[in-house]
């Protein structure tokens, strides 16, 4: 046998080439990365909406005085609008942000406006709202966002969800 010779084919082997096989090569997982990045994924597209979720919830329960109670339901209101791309703007009034939900969204049975007046009486009145008054603003609240919800169609909903920002 003469060295270097291929057996069988009487040629020399390719310049650099072995009969051993390399075996110092590095392997990238992809996909092991690959997978593991799908189930993190699905895990935030799962726990964001969950997350925010049980934070309003725990936001309306931890109020206890009427006054906080109708700021909460005020603030979670607030919250469910921006994820619709409709939350209050730097600066913008409550009733300045109730005209301009009311001029975008034809609201019925005056659900925002009621809301809208009690949170502004429970911001800056002197006397606190009473606790039907709280209690009422919780469910005029969750109204008003069933109508943004309903006029803001699927794609800006699901997309809402996803928002930054609770």
Not at 42 to 50: K, N
Not at 75 to 99: I, M, N
Not at 127 to 135: H, V
Request: net charge positive; no cysteine; proline share 6%.
């Amino acid at each position: 046998l003469v060295p270097g010779l291929v057996p069988g084919s009487g040629r020399l082997p390719p310049f650099g080439a072995t009969d051993t096989p390399d075996r110092s090569r590095y392997s990238v997982p992809y996909r092991l990365i690959l997978l593991g990045s799908l189930a993190v994924l699905g895990a935030l597209l799962i726990a964001v909406p969950i997350a925010k979720s049980a934070w309003r919830r725990r936001l309306l329960r931890r109020s206890r005085e009427p006054r906080d109670h109708v700021l909460a339901a005020y603030r979670v209101f607030d919250g469910e609008a921006a994820d619709l791309g409709l939350g209050r703007r730097e600066g913008e009034t409550l009733d300045e942000h109730r005209a301009r939900l009311a001029a975008a969204i034809a609201f019925t049975d005056g659900h925002l406006g009621r809301l809208t007046s009690i949170a502004t009486r429970a911001a800056y009145a002197s006397e606190a709202p009473t606790r039907e008054e709280a209690n009422a603003s919780v469910d005029d609240a969750r109204k008003a966002i069933r109508e943004l919800r309903r006029d803001a169609g699927i794609i800006r909903r699901i997309v809402g969800t996803y928002r930054p920002g609770l």
